[in-house]
């Protein structure tokens, strides 16, 4: 058991800061903007930005302080997960949340930060920042239903 990597041996309460910010797999799926159906209370994905990601690397520019840049910004939690029904299936805090494993193209699995992108995983190269947009709501031109499910190998 002490072999086990600590995603396997530690519940996502258990896990350290270090820990638990190191399953971040660098997506970008989490930092893209998304609406809320009023009526249905569907959340409609988009292939927008925030305006504090940084599209080339795939993770924020400025993540200490996001959130007096972006008060709106989610902090996740092992006690929010569960209510972030849009977090993609792919992402690693869902899956460990699911009781699932790590996907064998995650960056702890494979040793190497750019597994991610090369499985397809991430939103690198295929968003625009809500910066560039006259309107906010100009984001729903760019509804991306593709992102919603699972994402590279399961």
């Avoid at 893209?32 to 925030?50: A, K």
């Avoid at 504090?52 to 200490?64: H, M």
């Avoid at 064998?104 to 625009?128: F, K, Y």
Wanted: contains cysteine; glycine residues 6%; proline residues 6%.
């Amino acid at each position: 058991m002490a072999g086990e990597p600590f995603w396997r041996r530690k519940t996502l309460e258990q896990m350290t800061a270090r820990e638990w910010e190191s399953l971040c797999d660098g997506c970008g799926l989490c930092c893209l903007v998304r609406f809320e159906d009023e009526e249905t209370g569907e959340v409609i994905p988009t292939r927008v930005h925030c305006k504090l990601f940084d599209a080339q690397v795939c993770r924020c520019s400025n993540y200490a302080e996001r959130h007096r840049h972006v008060p709106d910004c989610i902090k996740l939690t092992p006690h929010n997960i569960e209510a972030l029904e849009w977090m993609p299936r792919s992402c690693a805090y869902r899956r460990l949340h699911e009781g699932r494993d790590l996907a064998p193209w995650h960056p702890l699995v494979t040793g190497d930060p750019e597994s991610t992108h090369r499985a397809g995983v991430s939103v690198r190269g295929q968003t625009v920042s809500e910066e560039a947009l006259a309107d906010p709501e100009d984001a729903l031109d760019f509804t991306a239903w593709d992102l919603v499910g699972e994402r590279g190998d399961r």
